[in-house]
């Protein structure tokens, strides 16, 4: 039986995959930030995840005003580096295992949530960011992902409520699939911050630091949250954080922290990272 032993949760800043691509993962700027992640890296080592489900955002290249699913799943055996304005990044191809995919749309769907299937896309920095940031991208990713793709950029997303009860409907797909799996599933995006407007450049570092503390003391808060407080206390791009809360309700209710990391700034955002497994 397939089994979710952990969650992953962080950032996906374009500019630290931009610093990772250009070699400088060692300027003082951007070393503060990704050193939170080197336990992480060799955590992941040990690890050795089967498959990935990597839950994130199209920033509007596979996507466009034309197509909005709120969720959408890839279920082709394999997604290329999108070009977002500066040509692909130079990372390894996504390699999905396509047979567990559609087991997980199939489970969702007869599950009541209407999942969108894609079978052609390109996949953004939304998901090859914290990928570079786990793993070594001068070789092929260790393991089969399967991007999950989230509508967080047009009014409206999901609640974080219902994000939640994906991540239940995604653990029981898992747990009903019969290859033996060891599978994580990670929440990409936020924290805090804004990129336009008057209120661009904001960072919320205590409301920030109450949500990662609440992924494992008062994760039913969580659930609650609505649009409204993302908005006014993390920016118009803290809303990408109910994409954590389809790990969390992947994990079930209780779980333990492994590892914890929050870094400000990283370009003109806050960085938030957290490994979660089941308690």
Same mark, same amino acid.
């Given at each position: ?6 969650? $992953? ?22 070393? !503060? ?17 089967? $498959? ?48 567990? !995919? ?26 090859? $960011? ?20 989230? @509508? ?89 954080? $109910? ?10 209710? @209780? ?25």
């Amino acid at each position: 039986m397939a089994r979710i032993t952990a969650g $992953v949760a962080t950032s996906h800043v374009p500019a630290i995959g931009a610093a990772i691509d250009l070699g400088k993962t060692d300027d003082p700027y951007w070393k !503060a930030t990704l050193d939170g992640y080197e336990w992480t890296r060799k955590w992941e080592e040990a690890e050795k995840p089967d $498959v990935i489900i990597l839950v994130y955002n199209d920033h509007a290249t596979a996507f466009d005003m034309n197509l909005i699913p709120t969720f959408a799943i890839g279920c082709a055996d394999e997604f290329q580096p999108a070009d977002e304005g500066w040509g692909p990044r130079k990372v390894p191809t996504v390699k999905n295992d396509a047979d567990f !995919a559609w087991h997980i749309a199939q489970s969702c769907i007869l599950d009541e949530f209407d999942m969108t299937i894609i079978n052609k896309m390109d996949v953004d920095h939304g998901l090859t $960011v914290p990928l570079s940031l786990m793993f070594d991208q001068s070789k092929p990713w260790p393991c089969k992902i399967i991007p999950l793709a989230v @509508n967080v950029v047009t009014y409206p997303p999901p609640t974080g409520n219902r994000c939640w009860m994906l991540g239940e409907a995604i653990a029981r797909a898992v747990e009903s699939y019969d290859e033996d799996l060891n599978v994580q599933i990670w929440g990409t995006g936020g924290m805090s911050h804004q990129l336009q407007g008057p209120r661009a450049g904001l960072i919320n570092q205590e409301w920030d630091q109450k949500f990662l503390d609440d992924l494992t003391a008062d994760p039913q808060r969580l659930r609650q949250i609505p649009h409204i407080e993302y908005l006014r206390e993390t920016g118009s791009e803290g809303i990408e954080m $109910v994409m954590w809360l389809i790990m969390r309700g992947a994990l079930g209710e @209780n779980v333990r922290e492994l590892h914890r990391h929050y870094h400000v700034p990283a370009s003109n955002t806050a960085v938030g990272h957290i490994v979660l497994e089941k308690a």
